[in-house]
């Protein structure tokens, strides 16, 4: 069964920092798009941020020039580095990919992991 972890969520003052990590594991072949997505009580789950299986990013503009989105493919890992974070950015963050795995293309949610942001 595939499946995607995430970790590193937690509570934070505003201007600090975060790390937030998502594995994927189980029976695969290829990871294309991996994504972060948050979602703040109230409202829409809305894209942080993408990164392609080549390495293209894109981040939603509420967060270009403070998150960081990266991939190690070895590892099989995506990583959110959230920086000068504020208390709009605080949110239930998921992570979401494309995965081949056995033969069949899936769409893989992970569990969310909770993000604070509050003195």
């Known amino acids: 069964q595939v499946q995607l972890v995430e970790s590193g969520g937690g509570l934070v003052q505003p201007g600090g920092s975060l790390r937030l990590s998502c594995a994927a594991s189980g029976s695969i072949f290829m990871i294309y798009d991996m994504r972060w997505y948050r979602q703040a009580p109230g409202k829409e789950r809305e894209l942080v941020a993408v990164?392609?299986?080549?390495?293209?990013?894109n981040y939603s503009d509420s967060v270009k020039g403070r998150f960081t989105i990266s991939r190690d493919n070895f590892k099989k890992t995506v990583y959110l580095q959230m920086n000068n974070l504020k208390p709009e950015d605080t949110a239930v963050y998921y992570c979401?990919?494309?995965?081949?795995?056995?033969?069949?293309?899936?769409?893989?949610w992970g569990q969310g992991t909770q993000v604070t942001v509050s003195s």
């Open positions: 990164i392609s299986s080549g390495g293209t990013i």
């Open positions: 979401n990919a494309d995965i081949l795995s056995d033969y069949t293309h899936l769409n893989i």
